[in-house]
């Protein structure tokens, strides 16, 4: 016998690493240069030479048995005030060492931030679409639920009249992630003004907090004029997950924390019970050389050329070609329509035909719409050109 809930996720597909799969099979039978692999979100830019640098420093002078030893469970103090202090400098912030929690990645920041502000199992968890298909997971863990707000297409900021019939009076929080995944979109600080203010007013009515959990793996990577607004500007009761992943190019290095700004209602409960739950699923002493990695380079920015020839020679490309969608401002992801109404009869027919791997919107709660990750080679953009052209044209209308 083995827990019901935890088999059926450790059993359930995943279109995305299948298409993955797929494309690694494909690659050995017909060639790597042959296949057009938009399916992972995984960076395709470097480390910046500093990360690297800064781990050699630390392997060559440094006690390896403090290096690869426990840190505090938190996270280091020194880590967490290098980072408090990049938060103040950068942002209207007053952000401290003792706000910050450490953990392993931005998916365990939203995992232990859901179960300590679940309490009783009505409470809900509001996720705008398109979202992350993890947040399913992730956001019922502590025992609670998932409302979904429909999305606002075809721009995909958000739809407040949708988001204000879905708020009541059992929900704990609502998800924001800005620049999105899957859309690239940024949220505008008009929009997240709004929210705040429409959420003052439902705690007021509701008699309890309403938090906005902001999950920002993507913050650094935004293109052009586009600002990301920092939500704990806009409203007080706002707690930030985020990571070094795409940022700085280390989800494997699994590093990231939670920020419970001390002006947030019951600031400190909450960090604590964030530290008891990040003990239940064991993200605690995030891995110790990497933390000191984070706290030297916290300064560093990403070098987003690469991506944002990408960003432009896709977004170009396709929409010459007749398809429709928004133009992403950030992250490294971009939405689109499919031509023929059916997201995963366009993807398969993309994949059979064309060697080209791009996810249907279901998943993200957005059907009708594919998500393309290009966070790729912009060789692989240009030769994967005439395929999405012969697409269109079979299945356009
Ligand atoms: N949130 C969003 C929107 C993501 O896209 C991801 C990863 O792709 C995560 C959270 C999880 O980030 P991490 O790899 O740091 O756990």
Same mark, same amino acid.
């Given at each position: 016998m083995v827990n019901e809930k935890y088999y059926g996720y450790g059993t359930a597909p995943s279109i995305i690493r299948e298409l993955f799969a797929y494309g690694l099979e494909q690659a050995k039978k017909? !060639?790597?240069?042959?296949v057009y692999d938009y399916s992972l979100g995984n960076p395709s830019i470097p480390a910046p030479v500093k990360v690297n640098e800064t781990i050699k420093k630390l392997v060559d002078e440094e006690s390896s048995i403090l290096l690869h030893g426990y840190s505090m469970a938190p996270g280091f103090e020194s880590t967490r005030e290098a980072i408090a202090a990049n938060l103040r400098e950068r942002f209207n912030t007053n952000a401290q060492a003792s706000e910050i929690f450490m953990t392993c990645g931005c998916a365990p920041a939203l995992v232990s931030v859901a179960c300590a502000l679940? %309490?009783? #199992?009505e409470d809900n968890f509001v996720c705008i679409a398109?979202? $992350? &298909?993890e947040y399913n997971v992730f956001f019922t863990a502590g025992g609670g639920k998932v409302k979904v707000v429909a999305a606002d297409v075809p *721009? $995909?900021?958000?739809?407040l009249e949708a988001l204000e019939a879905t +708020? *009541?009076?059992?929900? +704990?929080a609502v998800v924001i992630n800005s620049?999105?995944? #899957?859309?690239g979109v940024v949220y505008t600080k008009e929009t997240l003004e709004k929210i705040g203010a429409f959420l003052k007013e439902k705690e007021a009515e509701y008699g309890h907090p309403i938090y906005i959990v902001a999950d920002e &793996? @993507?913050?650094?990577l935004v293109y052009g004029d586009a600002k990301v607004t920092f939500i704990p500007e806009v409203y007080d009761n706002t707690i930030v997950c985020y990571s070094w992943s795409k940022s700085l190019s280390l #989800? !494997?290095?699994r590093i990231g924390y939670v920020y419970v700004p001390?002006? %947030?209602?019951?600031g400190k409960a909450v960090y604590a019970a964030v530290a008891g739950a990040a003990r239940e699923i064991g993200s =605690? %002493? #995030?891995p110790t050389l990497i933390q000191r990695v984070v706290q030297e380079c916290v300064g560093c920015m990403p070098d987003l050329v690469a991506y944002d020839e990408n960003r432009n020679d896709l977004y170009n490309g396709l929409t010459e070609m007749g398809y429709e969608c928004a133009k992403p401002d950030g992250a490294f992801y971009l939405f689109m329509k499919a031509p023929n109404g059916d997201d995963f009869a366009f993807s398969e027919a993309a994949k059979l035909e064309e060697n080209i791997l791009i996810v249907p919107g279901s998943g993200f709660q957005c059907p009708g719409y594919l998500r393309l990750? @290009? %966070? =790729?080679s912009n060789e692989m953009i240009k030769n994967s050109m005439p395929g999405f052209k012969r697409l269109i044209e079979k299945y356009g209308k």
């Amino acid at each position: 016998m083995v827990n019901e809930k935890y088999y059926g996720y450790g059993t359930a597909p995943s279109i995305i690493r299948e298409l993955f799969a797929y494309g690694l099979e494909q690659a050995k039978k017909i !060639g790597k240069d042959k296949v057009y692999d938009y399916s992972l979100g995984n960076p395709s830019i470097p480390a910046p030479v500093k990360v690297n640098e800064t781990i050699k420093k630390l392997v060559d002078e440094e006690s390896s048995i403090l290096l690869h030893g426990y840190s505090m469970a938190p996270g280091f103090e020194s880590t967490r005030e290098a980072i408090a202090a990049n938060l103040r400098e950068r942002f209207n912030t007053n952000a401290q060492a003792s706000e910050i929690f450490m953990t392993c990645g931005c998916a365990p920041a939203l995992v232990s931030v859901a179960c300590a502000l679940t %309490c009783k #199992p009505e409470d809900n968890f509001v996720c705008i679409a398109p979202y $992350f &298909p993890e947040y399913n997971v992730f956001f019922t863990a502590g025992g609670g639920k998932v409302k979904v707000v429909a999305a606002d297409v075809p *721009d $995909f900021q958000i739809n407040l009249e949708a988001l204000e019939a879905t +708020v *009541d009076e059992n929900s +704990v929080a609502v998800v924001i992630n800005s620049p999105n995944n #899957p859309s690239g979109v940024v949220y505008t600080k008009e929009t997240l003004e709004k929210i705040g203010a429409f959420l003052k007013e439902k705690e007021a009515e509701y008699g309890h907090p309403i938090y906005i959990v902001a999950d920002e &793996p @993507y913050r650094e990577l935004v293109y052009g004029d586009a600002k990301v607004t920092f939500i704990p500007e806009v409203y007080d009761n706002t707690i930030v997950c985020y990571s070094w992943s795409k940022s700085l190019s280390l #989800p !494997g290095e699994r590093i990231g924390y939670v920020y419970v700004p001390a002006k %947030c209602e019951d600031g400190k409960a909450v960090y604590a019970a964030v530290a008891g739950a990040a003990r239940e699923i064991g993200s =605690v %002493c #995030p891995p110790t050389l990497i933390q000191r990695v984070v706290q030297e380079c916290v300064g560093c920015m990403p070098d987003l050329v690469a991506y944002d020839e990408n960003r432009n020679d896709l977004y170009n490309g396709l929409t010459e070609m007749g398809y429709e969608c928004a133009k992403p401002d950030g992250a490294f992801y971009l939405f689109m329509k499919a031509p023929n109404g059916d997201d995963f009869a366009f993807s398969e027919a993309a994949k059979l035909e064309e060697n080209i791997l791009i996810v249907p919107g279901s998943g993200f709660q957005c059907p009708g719409y594919l998500r393309l990750s @290009y %966070c =790729v080679s912009n060789e692989m953009i240009k030769n994967s050109m005439p395929g999405f052209k012969r697409l269109i044209e079979k299945y356009g209308k």
